[in-house]
């Protein structure tokens, strides 16, 4: 069964600086992951999506990287605002015989202190 | 440009009562699912349909059904509602029936069963 880790669950920086956000799952075997954020009393808003081929992706500010070999990704957003500020969430597809699965982690809760 | 679109916001339901959460998504994406949305226990998938008349089970189906009569609608009825159905209910839409596509998410639908 996939598990989709992500810690820490919480995480405050003060303005500017770079965050560091982890994600880790345990079946290597997956086609492809996707990064959201949400925030307080919204959906989720897709962010980043790594196909199982790549190594990482860009978009603005945001950068998220693959390692599938070692079962986790990374993403990065320079230079944080308060606007930042979020619960971001990382989700890996899995294409299986028993049916094809999308595997959410838990979050990671951030806040950019101005 | 509406996206899904999630309807009510937020409900408070007896235990026993039955209700419809409704939701409708206006790009014609032939994959649409719905989530639920606990602490501790991430996103977990309660039902979905690869396109109109086809629905399946997600993980926790047990007291939900669901029906897809147009690619557009897909409400998610609850059949007796128990206050282990408290939680927030999300639904999402993707464009093929590969939901690791890019997945667009409605609002959410807070539901309180008492």
């Known amino acids: 069964k996939q598990e989709v880790t992500q810690i820490p669950a919480a995480l405050s920086v003060p303005e500017g600086e770079n965050l560091v956000l982890n994600c880790s799952f345990t079946d290597s075997a997956i086609y492809n992951l996707q990064w959201f954020r949400q925030d307080p009393g919204k959906g989720l808003t897709s962010l980043l999506l790594?196909?199982?081929?790549?190594r990482e992706q860009t978009s603005g500010r945001l950068n998220a990287s693959l390692d599938k070999s070692s079962g986790r990704s990374t993403l990065y957003i320079a230079a944080s605002q308060p606007g930042d500020s979020a619960t971001y969430l990382c989700?890996?597809?899995?294409?299986?015989?028993?049916?094809?699965?999308?595997?959410f982690g838990g979050g990671t809760r951030v806040l950019v202190k101005p | 440009n509406a996206g899904v679109t999630q309807t009510p916001k937020f409900q408070v339901l007896k235990t026993g009562q039955s209700m419809t959460l409704q939701c409708a998504q206006d790009?014609?994406?032939?994959?649409m699912s719905w989530y639920r949305q606990d602490p501790g226990m991430g996103l977990r998938l309660i039902h979905y349909?690869?396109?109109?008349?086809?629905?399946d089970q997600g993980e926790v189906p047990n007291g939900y059904n669901v029906s897809r009569s147009t690619t557009e609608d897909f409400p998610l009825r609850l059949l007796s509602a128990a206050p282990s159905q408290t939680s927030v209910y999300f639904c999402a839409s993707s464009n093929s029936h590969n939901p690791g596509n890019t997945i667009y998410f409605g609002e959410g639908s807070w539901l309180t069963v008492v």
């Open positions: 989700a890996v597809y899995l294409i299986k015989a028993a049916g094809n699965k999308l595997t």
């Open positions: 790009m014609n994406h032939e994959y």
């Open positions: 790594i196909q199982s081929s790549q």
């Open positions: 349909s690869v396109g109109a008349g086809i629905t």
